[in-house]
């Protein structure tokens, strides 16, 4: 670490503290407002205000200097969808942050790794354990213009277990990629992004009584093309990932249609990043080779890539 780094790590540290100080009582008060936060969780959502707002702020762009909360809070519970993993594995990152451990890569490209809290385990595990069962939107009271957009989101939502299979079968898909690369290599895997290839959507759309696709506004296969109405939706999951770093399901519940994100991650880039930076000649010659009117490279990290379609 050079020197204004460390000096401007202190300096936040500080202003961490500074703040933290400020926040406290305001933040007591927050809780007892609100009828809607089990007080369980009144602890964590203290400590974490105190603690962990101060650099992962909520909202606006502006002077961030860390990703909000509610961004880590997705990623992690996307990656560690057990609440026991979660808070270990939440403890384990603020006391050690390496690397290796981050599941938020373009988050330590963007604002450099955290540095490492030494706050006592108890405290994390609190602050994990409110994250994980309290949805930020749901710890916000009412009146706020933007607690009614959140609200409105809220209303908007497909059930937990629409969700909850998409997401597993996203992790179903991004394993077996892994798997297929580490095997193959980039090159050779190039057949297993394909959503047909997963077991755990044709058991599990049959148990749900739904189907699911795969579309895009920028597609490799031309099968899975938005249409237009698709179009405008992947439209405002774009506005959302730039405007709050993250983006939000979405259900038409007359239509029976639930639309879930598919965001990029490292890994992607080797198949779908840029040709000279991420993906490699080899790669890139079977891919051309295969799909002549690709569109899906050019991306980055953390960009709406194509959403899950389930029809009822
Ligand atoms: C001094 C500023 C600062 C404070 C205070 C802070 N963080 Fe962070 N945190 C960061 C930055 C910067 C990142 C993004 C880089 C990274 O992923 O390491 C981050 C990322 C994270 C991540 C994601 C790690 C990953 O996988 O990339 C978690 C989890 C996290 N913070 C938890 C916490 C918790 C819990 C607290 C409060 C106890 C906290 N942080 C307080 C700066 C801070
Ligand atoms: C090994 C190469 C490879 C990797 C890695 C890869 N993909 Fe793909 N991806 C493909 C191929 C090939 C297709 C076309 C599949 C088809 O024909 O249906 C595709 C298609 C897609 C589609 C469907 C829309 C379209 O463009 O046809 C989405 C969405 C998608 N990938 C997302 C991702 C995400 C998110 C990741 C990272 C978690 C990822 N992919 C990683 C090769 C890859």
Known sequence: MDLSR?????????????LGRCQSGQTADNVLDNEGVNSEYAEGRDLAAKYCEACHAKGGGRMRVAPPLQAVRNHYLETFPDEEDFIYAMVDFVRHPTREKSVMPGAVEKFGL??????????????????????????????????????KHKDQQPSEEIVAFAMQTKKALGQQLMQAIE????????????????PITDSMSEHLGVSVRRVSDK?????????????????????????HG????????????????ITTNAMCLQCHGKPDEHINTQTFDVINARYPNDLAIGYDVDQIRGMFVVEE
């Open 114 to 151: 955290m540095s490492a809290l030494s706050y006592s385990e108890d405290k994390i595990e609190a602050i994990a354990k409110y994250m994980y069962h309290v949805d930020e939107s749901d710890g916000e009271g009412k009146g706020k213009g933007k607690r009614q957009h959140k609200q």
């Open 183 to 198: 095997r193959e290599g980039a090159a050779g895997a190039v057949d297993f992004c394909h959503i047909e290839a997963i």
């Open 246 to 261: 993250e983006a939000f399901a979405y259900s038409d519940k007359e239509l029976g249609r639930h639309y879930i994100p």
């Open 6 to 18: 460390q000096i401007y790590v202190v300096l936040t540290v500080l202003l961490v503290i500074l």
């Open 219 to 243: 597609p490799r296969n031309p099968d899975n093309a938005a249409t237009n109405e698709e179009h405008k939706i992947l439209k405002r999951m774009h506005r959302q990932m730039e405007r």
